[in-house]
């Protein structure tokens, strides 16, 4: 299911294959959350913005509309009309996050719905189950997101209790494939490593998790509070221990520039909601930086939004045109800005992946390293 098809110092250039397609990687994922990308984008048109792999989560899926509900549709390629490979998002970050009352015990965690109050409880076969309903194509395990900085000992309790749980995910996870009315029985499960910023964690976690001999490797955790720098050491003290024929996920991350470097330490696979985030708020990603189309500078410029980009918005309209339409809060300025961000990050990948297979992904990473996150 995964090849590494050649390499550039640690950057790998590889393919995976699950039961919706192939895609290549290095890859970015697009997050669609609930089934559908923020910003009014459509699932029929990710493949034209080139999307490969579409992302939703298994946590808000569950308490919004119900996971249970979607699989008597047809699980959620049908429901939201994309046929290409979905990962969905384990649940757990969300529940550490959002639940403002939540219960750890080592069954799972018990929580109150950020939508309606309800008590729900979550653990690895909840959360296997909720992602076997939806049929996404990668099921990412059940586990917990802690806070950086948090004290040693309890991110050490954590990572153990977090491989505890993964075996159960494993386990409960066959079993699901194994039934006759299994949404998608080729589904596969990543494991994620834990440990925040503690080095010796991180690779005791790696190592164990190792073992296990899953489809798939995450690492989580980090992009929440920690210098670029501390990630960056993290996933470098990571990779060597992650196993060689297995695809690498960098969990919510990040910026072009932190994608640049962590393709550049060995990682495959990532995703974030900062291109549709930050689009809606009128921020557009270029290859000389990025542009916040509110500023007045902007308001009279005829200029495409990045004159080097291909997509819809730099084809068809001015940086003039797209500033009025935010503005005005006009629903299709905020289109605007999520259509082009998702096309240029998309395209940033592919521009990769050609370096790669050229043998100069160094080169460019000299060059746009310190470029792409720099404020025009």
């Not at 109150?112 to 309903?133: A, L, T, V, W, Y």
């Not at 998702?342 to 080169?363: C, K, P, Q, S």
Request: with cysteine; net charge negative.
């Amino acid at each position: 299911m995964f090849k590494v098809l050649k390499t550039e110092g640690c950057a790998r250039r590889g393919e995976f294959t699950c039961p919706h397609g192939t895609a290549q990687t290095p890859v970015f994922m697009n997050v669609g959350t609930v089934g559908a990308i923020k910003g009014g984008v459509a699932a029929y048109e990710l493949r034209e913005l080139g999307t490969q792999i579409e992302l939703s989560n298994t946590y808000h899926l569950h308490v919004r509309t119900g996971d249970e509900l979607i699989k008597r549709r047809g699980g959620l390629h049908k429901f939201m009309c994309w046929d290409g490979p979905i990962l969905t998002d384990s649940g757990g970050f969300q529940v550490f996050s959002l639940a403002d009352l939540r219960q750890i015990k080592e069954e799972g965690v018990s929580f109150h719905s950020h939508i309606d109050g309800r008590k729900i409880f979550m653990g690895p076969e909840e959360s296997m189950r909720i992602q076997s309903n939806l049929g996404s194509d990668i099921a990412m395990a059940f586990d917990e997101c802690v806070k950086i900085p948090s004290p040693y000992e309890y991110c050490e309790a954590s990572a153990e209790r977090t491989y505890r749980w993964l075996v159960r995910c494993k386990a409960a996870l066959e079993q699901y494939n194994a039934e006759t009315d299994a949404t998608n029985p080729g589904q596969v499960l990543f494991g994620i490593n834990q440990g925040a910023t503690y080095v010796d964690l991180r690779i005791r976690h790696m190592r164990q998790i190792a073992e296990l001999d899953l489809p798939g490797y995450a690492i989580g955790g980090l992009a929440v509070g920690e210098t670029h720098q501390e990630m960056y050491d993290t996933i470098a003290a990571v990779e060597e221990y992650m196993p060689k024929d297995k695809p690498r996920y960098l969990m919510g991350v990040g910026t072009p520039v932190n994608i640049i470097e962590g393709v550049a330490r060995g990682v495959d696979f990532f995703d974030c909601v900062m291109p549709a985030r930050d689009g809606r708020h009128g921020h557009f990603f270029t290859w000389e930086g990025i542009l916040n189309l509110n500023n007045a500078k902007y308001a009279e410029d005829d200029r495409p939004v990045d004159p080097a980009c291909g997509c819809p918005v730099c084809r068809h309209y001015s940086r003039a045109y797209v500033r009025h339409l935010l503005k005005a809060e006009e629903i299709l300025g905020l289109r605007c800005g999520v259509v082009h961000n998702l096309w240029f990050y998309n395209h940033l990948m592919e521009r990769i992946r050609d370096e790669l297979d050229a043998g100069t992904f160094e080169v460019f990473r000299k060059e746009y390293s310190g470029k792409l996150d720099k404020r025009i």
